[in-house]
């Protein structure tokens, strides 16, 4: 396993173990990509390979050892990943002290501490301030990870402390692999999924759901409807981001797919409209989407687009889904509907 259950991203590794081999590791890096393509598993495997205890080569985990297993398990004493509590819009300070003090113990295990930073984005101005000298200067023997979706959104006090790492979207082909490791083999089902992925894997697999099919019937019969109806096409997608259980992290990734759902459905229509063609998509669709197409007109198709696109980077700014989707909803009503009122 090791490394190779990692899927993309080998110029990141590349980069980082050839630094370990001249000696010359940073003690913080700043993790930088849109989310989805495993910027957080990447990092576990990159704490497993600092703190392995029998490491089969240059920072690579032997997945074996003690060190190795309880990382995997989330329990080994000198390896924290901290991120903000799920009520919370911001990483607080609090959690920020709490994780200072435990890198200021001594490492239980080895030489060695590691500390991913799940939510950098968030940080707060007090939090921010509270975690600059640790950033500066850790504790020795300590490396410090930011994940964040983006370094120009980090504050620029954090982000001149850290050496930043490019997470790019995932490649088809290494998608496949993550979908492979989930059991995903059956080749129309993969290729559905890697259209509509964008790049992350993450939404990939929240997209490989019956619900996903239900609500993309939903959607389409609303924006193919000369009369569509706002309230059933609420309640089915509410009810696909209510499934994905209390876990606020595991419902905003189904509000994501379910974006990128709309999203893959406006930018078909406008293909159609504009005349493109319209592989992969069953025939009934394709007729259902070219008449949304005809009555709704580019512009507004352009514009619904638009609103979906913002919507989706609000996803992961931690709005309250209930009310973005609601929101989302009567962009589409308003997309739809005038079109309509122009017909009577
Ligand atoms: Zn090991």
Redesign the pocket.
């Known amino acids: 396993m090791s490394w190779s259950s990692i899927h993309g991203h080998d110029a990141a590794r590349d980069q980082l173990r050839t630094a370990y081999r001249r000696g010359r590791m940073a003690h913080a890096y700043l993790f930088c990509g849109p989310s989805g393509v495993g910027k957080r598993r990447f990092a576990l495997e990159f704490a497993k390979a600092l703190l ?4 089969p080569e240059d920072l690579t ?5 003690a ?2 297993v309880q990382i995997a398990a989330g329990t080994h004493p000198d390896c924290s990943f901290v991120r903000k509590p799920d009520d919370k819009q911001e990483l607080p300070v609090d959690t920020i002290r709490e994780l200072i003090g435990t890198l200021g113990l001594k490492p239980s295990r080895g030489s060695r501490k590691v500390a991913v930073i799940e939510d950098a984005d968030d940080f707060n101005a007090e939090s921010a301030n509270a975690f600059l000298k640790s950033l500066e200067e850790p504790p020795p023997g300590t490396t410090i990870i930011l994940l964040a979706t983006s370094a120009d959104a980090q504050l620029a006090t954090i982000r001149s402390r850290c050496q930043v790492i490019p997470f790019a979207p995932l490649s088809d082909s290494a998608i496949e692999k993550v979908l492979a490791d989930h059991g995903v083999r059956d080749r129309a089902t993969l290729d559905r999924l890697l259209k509509l992925a964008g790049g992350s894997a993450e939404r990939a697999l929240a997209l490989n759901d019956p619900a996903v099919l239900d609500l993309r019937s939903a959607m389409i019969a609303f924006l193919s409807s000369s009369r569509p109806q706002s309230a059933p096409l609420l309640e089915v997608w509410a009810k696909f981001i209510e499934d994905a259980g209390k876990e606020s992290a595991a419902q905003r990734r189904r509000a994501s797919a379910a974006l990128g759902l709309a999203v893959d459905l406006i930018a078909t229509a406008l293909r159609l409209a504009l005349g493109g063609d319209v592989a992969g998509l069953e025939p009934a669709d394709a007729d259902k989407l070219r008449r949304c197409a005809e009555r709704v007109g580019v512009d507004s198709l352009m514009e619904l687009l638009d609103r979906c696109l913002d919507a989706d980077h609000l996803v992961d700014r931690r709005v309250q889904l209930v009310l973005l989707t609601e929101l989302v909803v009567e962009k589409f009503g308003r997309a739809v509907a005038p079109a309509v009122t122009d017909r009577r």
């Open positions: 392995c205890e029998a490491p985990a032997c997945d074996r050892c060190a190795c």
